[in-house]
């Protein structure tokens, strides 16, 4: 076994026990994965809440930023000594935004590891039917669905770029903004291509997962909005 190998069954050794316990509880593989996709996801909220943060915070000084790319946009190696400035003027770690999605990585990867082939990392016997349950309109949750839950993924995909895109902070640099609105509608294309070759629990899992993220999304913006109204209102009095 190589080492990547190992850390992956590290991680996923864990989540295997919490879906077979799940699936003891429920008796149906589809709604185990479901609830399995919400407790995962809802375990990393806070990583995902301090990538929003960290895009809002960008925002409030964008300006700035904005103003120091266009005055020393000849000169590159000035441009990223202003903008350092710049990020410690503003108390702000640029690397904050990357940081959860790298501590994400590892444990999306395991759940790869673990929704493809879950008897290697379940050792209920049960569960060695459970995989192959039909959920839906799909036959057997350890194939492939070739249409429906594939383009499904996709479009709640789309419209979670589409979302997060709204919330971050764009940019006048080079082909930036370019190479995001081409990503918002290759990586829903990409989601459907794979989709349409992995288990079809893997793809329920990616769906659900990212209509949970998309909901996440909506209530962070209204809270948002909720905040700031209420300083308005604080300022509007005072």
């Not at 190998?5 to 295997?16: D, F, N, T, W």
């Not at 799940?22 to 996709?37: K, P, R, V, W």
């Not at 349950?133 to 993924?153: G, H, K, N, T, Y």
């Given at each position: 076994m190589t080492t990547y190998?190992?850390?992956?069954?590290?991680?996923?050794?864990?989540?295997?026990w919490i879906l077979a316990l799940?699936?003891?509880?429920?008796?149906?593989?589809?709604?185990?994965?479901?609830?399995?996709?919400i407790?995962?996801?809802?375990?990393?909220?806070?990583?995902?809440?301090?990538q929003i943060k960290s895009s809002s915070r960008m925002k409030e000084?964008?300006?700035k930023m904005q103003a120091i790319q266009k005055k020393y946009s000849h000169d590159k190696e000035l441009l990223n000594m202003k903008l350092m400035e710049l990020y410690k003027e503003e108390?702000?770690?640029?690397?904050?935004?990357?940081?959860?999605?790298l501590i994400q990585m590892p444990i999306i990867l395991a759940l790869f590891v673990l929704l493809r082939n879950p008897i290697a990392f379940i050792s209920d016997p049960q569960m060695l039917m459970a995989v192959h349950?039909?959920?839906?309109?799909?036959?057997?949750?350890?194939?492939?669905?070739?249409?429906?839950?594939?383009?499904?993924?996709g479009i709640a995909t789309f419209f979670s770029f589409s979302m997060t895109q709204a919330m971050s902070p764009t940019s006048?640099?080079?082909g930036a903004n370019a190479m995001m609105k081409m990503m918002k509608y290759f990586f829903p294309v990409m989601i459907v291509w794979m989709g349409r070759s992995f288990p079809s629990g893997l793809t329920l899992y990616w769906f659900v997962g990212t209509l949970y993220m998309i909901a996440q999304t909506v209530v962070m913006k209204k809270l948002k909005a909720k905040k700031e109204a209420s300083k308005t209102f604080a300022k509007s009095k005072a």
């Open positions: 190998e190992k850390v992956m069954a590290v991680i996923a050794q864990p989540m295997g799940l699936y003891d509880f429920i008796n149906s593989y589809g709604i185990a994965l479901i609830l399995f996709t407790f995962v996801r809802t375990c990393l909220l806070p990583l995902y809440a301090a000084f964008q300006p108390k702000y770690n640029p690397a904050s935004g990357c940081l959860p999605m349950e039909s959920f839906l309109w799909v036959p057997d949750l350890s194939q492939p669905d070739p249409w429906i839950l594939p383009i499904l993924a006048d640099m080079g």
